[in-house]
């Protein structure tokens, strides 16, 4: 098993930035790549970013392209969301996860084995 812990979150203004942390331990060994979804208030669970475990392919969302900047650090095990003119539509819980198949598509939720627990992103108006 892989645990997965989210740190960055917090209220921001829009146009405004944050940077999203996600720490992976345990079996990491086994990783192929890694993502950020989020779930606004109301909303579906929605795909934002993903990354291989090796940080050579990226891969977004349309709505985040040019704003949103995934990567990772594989010596300390921890991925990163940067965003950038963030916009009131990205409030939203987001989520880190972990998937062990490089058979699986990269935005889909099902595709992931690990999830942590969530950060809120506020984007005020």
């Known amino acids: 098993q892989v645990q997965l812990v989210e740190s960055g979150g917090g209220l921001v203004q829009a146009g405004g930035s944050l940077r999203l942390s996600c720490a992976a331990s345990?079996?990491?060994?086994?990783?192929?790549?890694m993502a950020w979804f989020r779930q606004g208030p109301g909303k579906e669970l929605e795909f934002v970013a993903a990354?291989?475990?090796?940080?050579?392919?990226?891969y977004y969302a349309d709505s985040v392209k040019g704003r949103f900047t995934m990567s990772i650090d594989n010596a300390k095990n921890t991925v990163f969301l940067q965003m950038n003119s963030l916009k009131p539509e990205d409030t939203a819980v987001y989520y880190c996860?972990?998937?062990?198949?490089?058979?699986?598509?990269?935005?889909?939720?099902?595709?992931?084995?690990?999830w942590g627990r969530g950060t809120q992103v506020t984007v005020s108006s």
């Open positions: 996860a972990e998937k062990r198949s490089g058979y699986r598509d990269y935005d889909v939720s099902g595709s992931y084995d690990s």
């Open positions: 345990g079996r990491t060994f086994r990783t192929d790549g």
């Open positions: 990354i291989n475990w090796s940080g050579g392919r990226t």
